[in-house]
């Protein structure tokens, strides 16, 4: 297998306290509204390929393995050779994980960091909705409330029936940070690859 490597890294919130701790979480759940390939970084002839499903990417599947991103045999792709990837994320991030005296727990969604509890007996999943204010990069456009538009180049270019895939690989080390019983999340890293068979 020939590799192409390229990596995502979601960056959401970049300003840590000074009693801030970087935890893993049990549940770090993300869900790709949409996803397209494109033939250029403008994304103007996009082809959709998937989305509609929230993932746990902190599931032992995604972390340590690769996986397929999505089944491309069914996408009208034609003929055409695709460069870039683009996706459109859900603003709103499912998280269990705990640190020291504090757990998630389900309560109200707030935009930013969210508190947490100190009863143990209420831990649980936690939505943690992103600040329009902290989703910025180079990458990134249509920020919105409820989504934002991620765009990155593919380290090599796809072509249907050729005997390529998109796969990738996900690592959610420390991408929950609880700013003392306040939880956000931060910087899962995403690997794909174009993988020639």
Known sequence: MKYSTIAFFLSLFVCLAAKSALVTPE???????EIYLCQSASCDNAVKIGGGDRIDIADPFFNN????LVDLKNANLGNNIYSHLKFNVDMRILV???SG???STPSKIEPGY???TTDQSKYGEQIIQMHTDYVQGNEISNVTTES???IMALGGTYQKGTGQSIQWNIDVTDS?????CEIGPEEPYLNFSVVQF
């Open 65 to 68: 393995s690769v996986g397929s």
């Open 176 to 180: 929950v940070n609880f700013d003392d």
């Open 27 to 33: 549940v770090y759940g993300v869900k790709f509204n």
């Open 114 to 116: 969210s508190n947490g």
């Open 101 to 103: 005296s504090c757990w």
């Open 148 to 150: 934002f538009d991620f």
């Open 96 to 98: 269990k994980a705990n």
